[in-house]
């Protein structure tokens, strides 16, 4: 069955650290990608995407993200967070002919000012 | 555009109570779905609708029942709530067709007494 990962559950970084979140799904043909970040009480929102071309995504507030095809991972990354970036990440696929979006069980992120 | 909404925001129900959790979206969106949301769980699949009279269970649809009548709405009928029922629903929607981005409501936190 069609699964994703997140490696990390609960990240704590100080301001300014780097931040990398791993997400890894097994499905071997064409995939879409994405990461969507919820912010403490809110809905889920789209960060990035990836469907084809540039493996690497550019997403909103200066995250991006990695397809790695050989390695089926898509993990996502900020060169300096700050604290406004606490939030929960969740990393979701579609895969094959599936209707519907397969999700990680998300992390945490936590950022200390 | 509004996007999807759902009402209500919050709302308490009494053991064995019955209540519609209402979800629209102005997208012209074929797919739309329903997510519960539990701490530390990730999102669960309920039922998803891939157009108007089309309707499957995902992954945990016991207790619960839906309907598409129209594009544009679909509603999650909760039926003899339960305290296992506590929980964030989200509704989403899709544009379907090889783009599965969701776009998410706002959510309904529902507590069950």
């Known amino acids: 069955a069609q699964s994703v990962s997140q490696h990390n559950h609960h990240v704590i970084l100080s301001e300014a650290a780097s931040l990398e979140l791993g997400c890894n799904y097994s499905?071997?043909?064409?995939?879409?990608l994405f990461w969507y970040v919820q912010y403490p009480g809110q809905h889920l929102q789209l960060l990035l995407k990836?469907?084809?071309?540039d493996p690497l995504v550019k997403g909103i507030k200066g995250f991006e993200a990695e397809f790695i095809k050989s390695k089926f991972s898509f993990n996502l990354r900020k060169p300096s967070v700050q604290w406004s970036d606490t939030a929960e990440y969740f990393c979701?696929?579609?895969?094959?002919?599936?209707?519907?979006?397969?999700w990680g069980l998300g992390t945490s992120l936590a950022v200390n000012p | 555009n509004a996007g999807v909404t759902q009402t209500p925001k919050f709302r308490i129900l009494k053991i064995g109570q019955s209540m519609t959790l209402q979800c629209a979206q102005d997208?012209?969106?074929?797919?739309m779905y329903w997510y519960r949301q539990d701490p530390g769980m990730g999102l669960k699949l309920i039922y998803y609708?891939?157009?108007?009279?089309?309707?499957d269970k995902g992954e945990v649809p016991n207790g619960y029942n839906v309907s598409r009548s129209t594009t544009e709405d679909f509603p999650l009928r909760l039926e003899l709530a339960a305290p296992s029922q506590t929980s964030v629903y989200f509704c989403?929607?899709?544009?379907?067709?090889?783009?599965?981005?969701?776009?998410f409501g706002q959510g309904t936190r529902l507590t069950v007494v």
């Open positions: 989403a929607s899709s544009p379907g067709t090889a783009n599965f981005e969701a776009f």
């Open positions: 997208m012209n969106h074929n797919y």
């Open positions: 609708s891939v157009g108007a009279g089309i309707t």
């Open positions: 499905y071997g043909g064409t995939v879409n």
């Open positions: 990836y469907f084809s071309g």
């Open positions: 979701a696929v579609n895969a094959g002919n599936n209707r519907k979006l397969i």
